[in-house]
């Protein structure tokens, strides 16, 4: 498979190098786009064979699949020219796949796939079993550390004060399709969750900032017909990019791999 990465920034690039390296098999490192040659030239200095910079459209024809890192305003630009193409687009602002429709429509009619890693969230795969039956509700909780919080535009809109909290602080609650609108950078582990279950409208998310973290901390709580269940994960961060979990790059890694596995472990 021919890999293009839009987007080199902590997760690209990472998943850049482990292909480069042949830490992939069948899977080759074919192009990359970034916003300039100079931010291009940066990150081939970081690779043992260099790669053409393309514009998305360009992209999207050279490669079978593209993943896509990118600020989410982007999102659509690439997103488009990918499923119009057939192609394979590997998404990790899955929070913009939210209401969009037109996206699934496209891809069922030119035979492209939409691909989520699991990213900074686990068990998206107890998440898909239970919702072939029946599914009562699904709550994730996200807390973060109070700085990581302080300058989110809600945050500022609203004039919240976390300066001073010596407890817990409940920012936001609701339904994951809402608050996808508001706080758009911040709900893709949520996105995912509801995706793999019972959708965005149904799916509940709390936002929390908490004084007494040092890293993001996602709980969901799931209760169905066949189990109950409870998951915690707390991430570190990547070195490139404290604000980038670093299991997120080896979950695209994973999910490659799994490509050409002979053994394939999860739902």
């Known amino acids: 498979m021919k890999i293009g990465i839009a987007g080199m920034g902590a997760i690209g690039l990472r998943v850049a190098q482990e292909l480069d390296r042949g830490g992939i098999p069948g899977c080759t490192l074919a192009a990359m786009s970034v916003r300039n040659a100079e931010r291009a030239a940066e990150a081939n200095a970081q690779l043992s064979k ?6 998305f459209d360009d992209m999207a024809r050279h490669c079978d699949a ?3 890192c990118l600020p989410p305003q982007l999102f659509l630009d690439l997103a488009r020219p990918v499923l119009q193409a057939g192609k394979t687009l590997i998404v990790l602002s899955a929070s913009q796949l939210l209401g969009q429709q037109a996206l699934f429509d496209m891809a069922a009619e030119t035979g492209a796939t939409l691909q989520i890693p699991s990213g900074a969230m686990l068990g998206l795969d107890a998440i898909k079993a239970v919702a072939v039956g029946t599914v009562h509700s699904v709550v994730i909780e996200t807390r973060k550390p109070v700085a990581g919080l302080i300058n989110a535009p809600y945050v500022q809109q609203q004039n919240l004060d976390l300066t001073g909290l010596t407890k817990p602080y409940q920012i936001i609650e609701g339904a994951v399709s809402e608050i996808a609108k508001v706080f758009p950078a911040n709900v893709n582990v949520a996105a995912a969750v509801s995706l793999a279950g019972i959708g965005p409208d149904k799916t509940r998310m709390e936002v929390w900032a908490d004084p007494s973290l040092e890293r993001n901390l996602h709980s969901v709580r799931v209760r169905s017909d066949s189990s109950d ?5 707390e991430n570190r961060p990547s070195a490139e990019n404290p604000a980038t979990g670093k299991i997120t790059a080896l979950s695209v890694i994973a999910l490659l791999r799994q490509h050409s596995a002979v053994l394939q472990v999860g739902t």
Request: zero cysteines; proline letters at 7%; a negative charge.
């Open 50 to 55: 260099p790669v053409s910079n393309y514009a």
């Open 229 to 233: 269940f409870t998951m915690s994960i």
């Open 66 to 68: 593209v993943i896509e």
